[in-house]
Nanobody
Framework: QVQLLESGGGLVQAGGSLRLSCAAS????????MGWFRQAPGKEREIVAR???????WYKSSVKGRFTISRDNAKNTVYLQMNSLKPEDTAGYYC????????????WGQGTQVTVSS
């Protein structure tokens, strides 16, 4: 069983930065893809960024150039560096584990809230 624990959320002014962390435990970390998702009130959950085991990344177009996903396999942790934050980035942010790297996410964290004030 995999456990994922997000941290790093908070309240920030527009234009500011936050770094989210997702610490994993329970299984070997290095071979799976990881994703960061977000969900705002009244909206569907959406994927924000994804990183494969080899380091290849993908971003939702609206965050490309502002957000950076990375992973540290030695620390069993995936990060989401968020710069130039906008009020529309306000959401609960969740990390997820894709064991088969097939866009099917097997495990989810509890989430961390990001609020961007204007």
């Amino acid at each position: 069983q995999v456990q994922l624990l997000e941290s790093g959320g908070g309240l920030v002014q527009a234009g500011g930065s936050l770094r989210l962390s997702c610490a994993a435990s329970g299984r070997t970390f290095s071979s799976q893809a990881m994703g960061w998702f977000r969900q705002a009130p009244g909206k569907e959950r959406e994927i924000v960024a994804r990183i494969w085991s080899g380091g290849r990344t993908w971003y939702k177009s609206s965050v490309k150039g502002r957000f950076t996903i990375s992973r540290d396999n030695a620390k069993n942790t995936v990060y989401l560096q968020m710069n130039s934050l906008k009020p529309e980035d306000t959401a609960g942010y969740y990390c997820a584990w894709d064991q088969g790297s097939d866009n099917t996410y097997d495990y989810w964290g509890q989430g961390t809230q990001v609020t961007v004030s204007s």
